[in-house]
């Protein structure tokens, strides 16, 4: 193993490598190889034509990570789980049609890493079947100038799978805590672990090279060969990070707490105002069990955790993220995929591993669209390219999904008022609509999955029968004739069972969680 500087660093970039880069955010993320890469292209216009490779979320959402490497000319080719909350700037260029773009499910480009490492011919899943990754739909390819199909239908036991296959990577860009003289490398300061080390392992029997981003380097044989997540067989060249440039979050340079250095008494969760949000976070929250093991997507679904404290109940179930953490709290959106005090953090591959056999009981997803059928896109609204992450995985393999949402979007107003709810001014974008711009979810896969899917809105919930929407509550105080139908695309079944949304859900103290989940003991 070799110490070199950034800008040396960069300069062992060649025209039409492809690269693998880790991170969540800029956990484990190589920033420092980035800038300088990016400084690299500017002043000589080299190296060109780039494939890069990540399974998340790189960068904070603006101008870190991702965006380094977005310059027309730089990429050639993206292939990745989350496009927008990566970088702005990347979002930009697909649209453009300035780089060629595939968007393939978080969990799978994790896992696609030991595949390639040890020579198999990639992964074989069911992950992605029907949405818009299935070549027969999009295959993942997000603009025109993306043509090639990187996905296969394949058979096996008369069983219809999806093959992603395995490719060579010729770079490989992670990031660690310490590293000694001889390459072994610590993750120690991290707040998780990503999939370091698969890709250390994929690229260097690639016969490509391993540039990791380090804060120390320390004498050979100082560091607990049990902190080692990377062994120096694999690692070729060290970079010094700067401070600056070695945050443990997409937000926060360092917390202890997140990489379970130490342990934080955790202040009770603030209680949250009573608004549609938290209605639909308290009805959501009516589908918890006890012992449930438990995903929560960005936005709405966060809040069931902070209903679940409220309610005295979050020592009932344990919360999981799909970055690795199980156990703990997590934390809030601008440290998002990290937790306080967890129980375990395990690698990102092997979190995937667990969710994709059926290892969640529940997840609480976001939705951005529904149709009649059940499609969910979260993926692709109008022309903004967000990008699946997670989603694909989660929600065609947790047992039970609860989707939420308000039912319209983009100036909604609503009043809780005795116990009901008034809708004061309804949304200019419709949620309920007669076909996805993307399907994320496919929903008729459900019914063969033996798998329970709910809708929760502030004013209705549906639930997904035999591949159809079927309207099940409406809040109190809503009027289906003057609420609902107006506000949909398509003519929705009305179950035979209809009932109220409990009222208590619209009162300013709920109270009534605890017991609604004993009685499922």
Sequence with gaps: MKVISAKEAAELIKENDAVAVSGFELACTNEEVLIALSKRFSQTHQPKNLTVIHSSCLGDRNLKGMSHLSHKGLLKRWIGGIVLASSPKLSKMIQQNECEAYNFPQGVLAQLYREIAAKRPGVITKVGLKTFVDPRVEGGKLNEVTTEDLVEVVELKGEEWLLYPTFPIQVALIRGTNIDEKGNLTLNKEGLYMEVLPIAQAVR?????????????????????????????????????????????????????????????????????????????????????????????????????????????????????????????????????????????????????????????????????????????????????????????????????????????????????????????????????????????????????????????????????AGKLVLTELAPGIDFEKDIRPNMDFEVEISKELKEMPKELFQENWGELKSLINKKK
Excluded: W
Aim: aromatic content about 8%.
């Design 205 to 465: 029997n690639s016969g490509g090279i391993v540039i990791a981003q380090v804060e120390n380097v320390v004498k050979a044989g100082s560091l607990d060969p049990k902190l080692v997540k990377v062994p120096g067989i694999l690692v070729d060249y060290a970079v010094v990070s700067k401070p600056e440039n070695h945050y443990q979050t997409g937000t926060t340079y360092y917390n202890p707490a997140f990489s379970g250095e130490v342990k934080v008494p955790v202040k009770s969760v603030p209680t949250v105002a009573l608004d549609e949000k938290k209605v639909i976070a308290r009805r959501a929250a009516m589908e918890l069990a006890p012992d449930t093991v438990l995903n929560l997507g960005v936005g709405i679904p966060v809040m069931v955790s902070s209903v679940a404290s409220e309610e005295e109940v979050a020592d009932q179930f344990v919360l999981t993220t799909e970055a690795g953490a199980i156990g703990g709290v997590p934390a809030e959106l601008k440290d998002f995929g990290h937790s306080y005090n967890v129980e375990a953090l395990v690698d990102h591959q092997a979190q995937f591993d667990f969710y994709d056999g059926g290892g969640l009981d529940l997840s609480v997803l976001g939705l951005a669209e529904v149709d009649e059928t059940g499609n969910v896109n979260v993926s692709k609204l109008g022309s903004r390219i967000i990008g699946c992450g997670g989603f694909i995985n989660i929600s065609q393999t947790a047992k039970k999904i609860v989707f939420t949402g308000t039912f319209t979007s983009g100036g909604l107003k609503t009043e809780i008022k005795d116990n009901q709810i008034s809708i004061l001014q309804e949304g200019r974008n419709r949620k309920f609509v007669k076909q996805v711009n993307q399907i994320t979810f496919y929903g008729q896969g459900a019914a063969e999955r033996n798998q329970e899917v709910i809708f929760v809105t502030e004013r209705a919930v549906f639930k997904l029968e």
